[in-house]
């Protein structure tokens, strides 16, 4: 007892430091936590060690600054998706699917992957490797990019920090950080991303994101297809914005 009842202030002030991160939109230096916190430097900078090596904080060494961390919005996500997150997009993607004729999704990131929650299908469907609990490289396709592109830059970097974490599905799709972050910045500016091919040979897929009542992405509406039925993706790129709005709209009641 007395082990587990002396873990509690150094629980408290982990706690306290996330929600002191969270309130604050760029990052801060440790010694700025320290004190607003005060709490001794010595144990704040043990703090955030210990929440880098979980992924709850990130360090930014040009800043030298401390910001929330991929963890953090993973269990936002999680929270979410047991079952408001579920049971408010399903008639919204059913009525998506019946407008425009081609399989809806919905999806979350799940660290650098993109996880698959929620799949509608027209009856005559194409064929799609994606279904419900599938997981794909997140920079791949067009789902997991929509969320990606409104996350802060430092979060983007912890999940693909290097080359060595792209993978290779068709030969197509961004395979450096530089590639990926110039990406993200054009489809955050269109309000919509798209893949053609970079997940499987002739199907594309748009997607827009979906936000919480703080602004957060926590997910995102996709629609995918054969490219060559679509030429042209910005209809269903409308039809998918609007559809994720209505979403974003739900969650924030």
Do not use: C
């Not at 703090?47 to 800043?63: I, K, M, R, T």
């Amino acid at each position: 007892m007395v082990a587990a009842s002396s873990s509690v202030p150094a629980l408290t002030h982990a706690l306290s430091v996330l929600r002191l991160l969270a309130s604050r939109a760029t990052a801060m230096p440790a010694a700025s936590v320290a004190r607003e916190l005060g709490l001794p430097r010595s144990t704040t900078y043990h703090l955030l060690s210990v929440l880098e090596g979980e992924g709850f904080v990130v360090h930014l060494p040009e800043a030298r600054a401390y910001g929330l961390g991929v963890s953090v919005f993973e269990l936002g996500s999680a929270y979410l998706r047991h079952d408001p997150l579920e049971r408010l997009a399903r008639p919204l993607l059913a009525r998506l699917v019946d407008r425009v004729g081609v399989t809806a999704h919905l999806g979350i990131l799940h660290g650098a992957q993109t996880l698959y929650l929620l799949k509608e299908s027209p009856r005559a469907a194409v064929p799609l490797v994606t279904d419900v609990g599938v997981r794909l490289p997140a920079h791949l396709t067009a789902v997991g990019r929509a969320m990606m592109a409104r996350l802060p830059r430092a979060q983007v970097r912890a999940l693909y920090p290097a080359a060595a974490a792209f993978v290779d599905r068709t030969g197509r799709g961004p395979a450096t950080p530089t590639e990926l972050r110039r990406l993200l910045a054009d489809e955050a500016a269109r309000g919509w991303s798209w893949e053609d091919g970079h997940v499987s040979a002739g199907i594309a897929s748009v997607a827009a994101p979906v936000y919480d009542h703080s602004g957060h992405p926590v997910a995102a509406v996709g629609l995918t297809f054969a490219n060559r039925s679509q030429p042209d993706p910005a209809p269903l790129a409308e039809q998918v914005v609007a559809t994720a709005a209505a979403l974003s709209r739900r969650l924030s009641r």
